[in-house]
């Protein structure tokens, strides 16, 4: 992630920053509506348990702003309590030794008990807790106005070969066949869900996630290439660099048909006070129903001196795995419970899929981790083939010159 060594200074100079002691300032991303509610209800979360939140939101979905952002914190010195940081990187993180260990809080709270194997896993380093997890979000999910398509006399599409004829119906009605933003981060998720929705679970373990060579430059990857392509006829021309919930926001207002993006989304629908089923359809990405690819978010804690710091991030860390916080978050944040022992009887009968979709994939297979959400594999290798993406989708090149780019940026460490 970055060479220098950043345990010595960050240590060093960590007391100034924990002069409030009992403050505890957390960065994330969640700038939105849907996720400014959310957020606000881990404040409240802190202060109810006696500290002080120190809010430090750094817009930008997807979270590239707030890693650069980070990363320039963590080196002059001054981590804040806690940050947005997901999969893979929680190992990078580690490895720089200016986390805090959250055995003891784990432990007290019988995280091990609570938490899926496949979670627990991913929040700890070298067999110690260093990140509390927040939630499950599903990505593969199709957001769908019914009533714009019942308007244009369209299909919504369950297959990526049934696209085309749905988005052609929809542009002829005057809508907008597909809201997207166009950001390389929103780019690369509508990627991911064709691949698993052309490819099948097994292949996108394959070529997402194990980087095999083959699956990368099979004749399937050229395929999803093809499918990726026929979706940028059906955005409008002024995508470029839109926020995706200003798309999401499009599919509410009725100007859109669809979009593609993970159940963040939902809270966007949430806060406008659209119900599922009337206002909107929650359907997997097309032929990926029986998949379910994962986005857990979570929270790495960093070490700070000072007498009150380790009770003030041990009652944040508790606080964010409590059963009241896991509702009320997760019914604003339009994702899941990350814990057993969390009732659903207030949750939307999206949640209720995702959940059952959730459990059953775990156990029968078709649970694959976000690769556009960096739950995947290393946050490097994850920018290399984002890349690739995103300078596909914004250029005229030929599906065998993207699979073979693909191939070569999936050897980036
Ligand atoms: C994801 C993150 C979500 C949401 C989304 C849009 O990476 O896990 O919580 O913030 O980005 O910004």
Redesign the pocket.
């Known amino acids: 992630m970055f060479k220098l060594k950043l345990a010595a200074i960050a240590v060093a100079t960590l007391g100034m920053h924990a002069a409030g002691a009992a403050e505890v300032e957390v960065l994330h991303?969640?700038t939105?509506g849907g996720?400014a509610k959310s957020a606000a209800e881990l404040k409240k979360m802190v202060e109810a348990r006696g500290n002080k939140w120190k809010d430090f939101a750094v817009a930008?979905?997807?979270?590239e702003n707030a890693m650069t952002v980070l990363k320039s914190r963590v080196v002059s010195g001054k981590a804040p309590t806690a940050a947005?940081v997901?999969g893979p990187s929680i190992q990078e993180w580690g490895a720089e030794g200016v986390l805090a260990n959250l055995d003891s809080t784990a432990k007290a709270n019988n995280w091990d008990g609570l938490l899926p194997g496949v979670v627990a896993n991913v929040m700890k380093y070298k067999g110690s807790y260093v990140a509390v997890p927040v939630?499950v979000?599903r990505v593969n999910w199709m957001w769908v106005n019914p009533e714009v398509f019942k308007k244009a006399g369209a299909e919504v599409p369950k297959t990526w070969a049934d696209f085309p004829a749905a988005a052609e119906k929809l542009q002829k009605a005057g809508f907008i066949p597909v809201a997207h933003g166009g950001q390389p981060?929103q780019d690369f998720t509508v990627f991911e869900s064709i691949v698993l929705g052309v490819g099948g679970a097994k292949f996108y373990e394959d070529s997402m996630v194990k980087l095999d060579p083959k699956a990368l430059s099979s004749p399937t990857m050229e395929k999803v290439f093809d499918t990726f392509r026929s979706v940028r006829k059906y955005i409008d021309k002024d995508a470029a660099n839109r926020d995706?919930n200003l798309a999401t926001a499009m599919v509410i207002n009725g100007k859109a048909g669809m979009q593609f993006m993970?159940d963040?989304a939902k809270g966007e629908f949430t806060a406008a006070g659209k119900v599922p089923g009337k206002d909107y359809l929650c359907l997997a990405a097309p032929g990926t129903e029986k998949s379910f690819t994962f986005?857990i978010?979570s929270f790495i804690v960093f070490k700070q001196q000072g007498a009150d710091a380790p009770k003030a991030q041990s009652d944040f860390a508790a606080a964010v795995m409590s059963p009241e916080f896991q509702e009320v978050f997760n019914l604003n944040?339009g994702?899941i419970p990350v814990r057993s022992g969390v009732s659903m009887a207030k949750f939307d009968d999206c949640a209720k899929t995702s959940a059952k979709d959730f459990a059953d994939t775990a156990k029968g297979g078709g649970l694959v981790p976000s690769i556009a959400?960096?739950m995947a594999v290393p946050a490097a290798t994850t920018g290399a083939i984002q890349d690739v993406v995103t300078s596909f989708f914004n250029s005229s090149q030929s599906s065998k010159d993207a699979v073979a780019k693909l191939a070569a940026a999936a050897k980036t460490k």
């Open positions: 991303w969640w939105s996720e930008g979905g997807g979270g947005q997901k939630n979000h981060w995706w993970g963040w986005n978010d944040k994702s959400h960096q």
